[in-house]
T-cell receptor
Framework: DAGVIQSPRHEVTEMGQEVTLRCKPI?????LFWYRQTMMRGLELLIY????????DSGMPEDRFSAKMPNASFSTLKIQPSEPRDSAVYFC???????????FGSGTRLTVV | QKEVEQNSGPLSVPEGAIASLNCTYS??????FFWYRQYSGKSPELIMF????GDKEDGRFTAQLNKASQYVSLLIRDSQPSDSATYLC?????????????FGKGTKLSVKP
């Protein structure tokens, strides 16, 4: 298996623009997680899907953030409009059993200028 | 606010020594505990998990869990320069979304040749 695949690897955008991050989980995994990592705050859970259904989105910072999982093999995280404080590395992770540990994708480094 | 606390380091040990990484957690109901290794600019990689009190050994790595003290540790024997990375402790969110892992901010380990 190719692992968790994220795209793009790097994204530089101007403040106010829409940003869409993409994730393909490992085939057969039924849980998908979006995390954001910064030096100050570490890894923070944004949203968690189980069997394509959002279970916990309490970590989504505000209405500018939205996430979807239309099928078992694809998820998106959208930021609209983007702000400089959204600059971070965004990781997608998946697991077969959520309590069994995750496999992380390579991440998307987002820079909003 | 559920928390996972780690000393940020850096922890510096000479090559061949034992590195000891520590983690405390606030959610007494947590049942699953994980150690991830993250090299600079890379994604976290699962290296150990432990569910029961006591020790669990895997090669040069030993995870130790003491639920009464809400304490989990990772020992790395015969440390190598390639072990230099940030080590993240993660604990399952027992009272909330049980599939969610709460991460500490990590301890940076430096192994000097």
């Amino acid at each position: 298996d190719a692992g968790v695949i994220q795209s793009p690897r790097h994204e530089v955008t101007e403040m106010g623009q829409e940003v869409t991050l993409r994730c393909k989980p490992i085939s057969g995994h039924n849980s998908l997680f979006w995390y954001r990592q910064t030096m100050m705050r570490g890894l923070e859970l944004l949203i968690y899907f189980n069997n394509n259904v959002p279970i916990d989105d309490s970590g989504m910072p505000e209405d500018r953030f939205s996430a979807k999982m239309p099928n078992a093999s694809f998820s998106t995280l959208k930021i609209q409009p983007s702000e400089p404080r959204d600059s971070a590395v965004y990781f997608c992770a998946s697991s077969f059993r959520a309590e069994g540990g995750y496999t992380f994708g390579s991440g998307t480094r987002l820079t909003v200028v | 606010q559920k928390e996972v606390e780690q000393n940020s380091g850096p922890l510096s040990v000479p090559e061949g020594a034992i590195a000891s990484l520590n983690c405390t957690y606030s959610d007494r109901g947590s049942q699953s505990f994980f150690w991830y290794r993250q090299y600079s600019g890379k994604s976290p990689e699962l290296i150990m998990f432990i569910y029961s009190n006591g020790d669990k050994e895997d090669g040069r790595f030993t995870a130790q869990l003491n639920k009464a003290s809400q304490y989990v540790s990772l020992l790395i024997r015969d440390s190598q320069p390639s072990d230099s990375a940030t080590y993240l402790c993660a604990v399952n969110d027992y009272g909330g979304s049980q599939g969610n892992l709460i991460f500490g901010k990590g301890t940076k380990l430096s192994v000097k040749p």
